[in-house]
């Protein structure tokens, strides 16, 4: 095994097919050393690797921009050294290296061989102080269901899906405009094989609210770790704690590129004793309200933390409450009427 050696940046090698427009499919070769990502040519990095023979795998044709969420698939093997057998995308987790800063790229902490990606702007990364590093050394560390990396942050990617199958998703940094693909490795240049990516950008999709689980330390409200950023979002929405045994906590959503990309806590609050719901506003869209063929169940499609009110009519002129205003806790809410005593037409009107 090779021994662990400061490292140095990267550009782009191996070939690319466009497959659609927000997702393209690359070959990542075991050589693509991603501390040569955006560097010229004649750059050097560890143990011997220079650019352009050992650069990573620029994602050309893929939109990047600030707050545009990726999802990989992965699959393939490489070898560290010609030897040694092929090791999957997720690493070699019995052997976890540990890369020094080099070229404006930060240090990271994961298993040999694992598939990285890492963010850059338009300039040249070694002229710039390299931001802190990540660790992915642990299994729970690689089991996130979010992340959102710095520029020249190298973080890990491995098969893009958490130990339970779910598809991880990667949000873009302020300022990102190109993406590489690399592997994890100080010295790249006498490895071999290599990984199948699909890259998708996945910030075309039909507007849904933002999901997110609670985190409580003695029973206060530390923080929220995002389910599903999302979207359609174009301010940022109103978020709301509510249930957990306790009361008073507080927090924020910040959007980026109409994704919710972080929930900030404002205030902990005090005596919970179990995992409060976080109720996060939906992104604009009109509501509507569905009947179904027995005209006794109503469903409201409606926005989360918005008041509403049920109204029907026997002429379409005079309106009448079924109901006492509400404020909405879920998208879809199916509530059973007495359609005869109450009329034949509904609407659903939203108050302040």
């Not at 940094?173 to 890259?199: E, H, K, Q, W």
């Not at 499609?301 to 918005?306: E, F």
């Amino acid at each position: 095994m090779k021994t662990l050696k400061p490292l140095s940046a990267i550009t782009a090698l191996g070939f690319f097919i466009f497959t659609a427009h927000g997702a393209g499919s690359f070959n990542v070769p075991g050589t693509s050393c991603p501390w040569l990502a955006g560097m010229p040519n004649g750059s050097t990095g560890g143990g011997g690797d220079t650019a352009p023979a050992e650069s990573p795998v620029n994602a050309a044709g893929i939109q990047v921009s600030a707050g545009a969420v990726f999802t990989f698939s992965a699959s393939g093997g490489a070898f560290n050294y010609p030897c040694c057998g092929s090791i999957g995308p997720e690493g070699d987790t019995n052997n976890i290296y540990q890369v020094s800063p080099m070229n404006g790229m930060a240090t990271i902490t994961a298993p040999t061989v694992a598939l990285l990606g890492v963010f850059l702007d338009d300039n040249v990364p070694s002229g710039f102080s390299p931001p802190p590093g990540l660790d992915f050394s642990t299994a729970a560390a690689r089991d996130f269901l979010t992340l959102q990396p710095s520029l020249r942050q190298p973080f890990f990617i491995g098969d893009g899906l958490t130990s339970g199958g779910v598809t991880q998703q990667f949000v873009a940094p302020a300022g990102a405009t190109r993406f590489f693909l690399g592997i994890m490795d100080n010295v790249c240049y006498d490895n071999s094989g290599s990984f199948s990516v699909t890259v998708t950008n996945d910030n075309f999709c039909s507007p849904h609210r933002a999901t997110a689980l609670a985190a409580l330390a003695s029973g206060v409200f530390v923080g929220a770790s995002l389910l599903d950023l999302g979207c359609g979002y174009t301010n940022s929405p109103s978020v709301r704690i509510i249930g957990g045994g306790g009361s008073g906590a507080g927090a924020t959503a910040e959007v980026l590129n109409g994704h919710v990309v972080s929930i900030n806590v404002t205030n902990g609050g005090c005596c919970y004793t179990n995992l409060p719901k976080i109720l996060i506003e939906s992104p604009p869209f009109v509501p509507t309200v569905g009947i179904a063929v027995s005209k006794v169940k109503v469903t409201q499609n409606v926005r989360v933390n918005h008041n509403y009110i049920l109204e029907a009519s026997y002429d379409l002129q005079n309106w009448t409450a079924t109901s006492l205003q509400f404020t909405a806790e879920s998208e879809s809410i199916v509530s059973e009427f007495d359609v005869d005593a109450v009329g034949r037409y509904f609407r659903l009107r939203e108050v302040p």
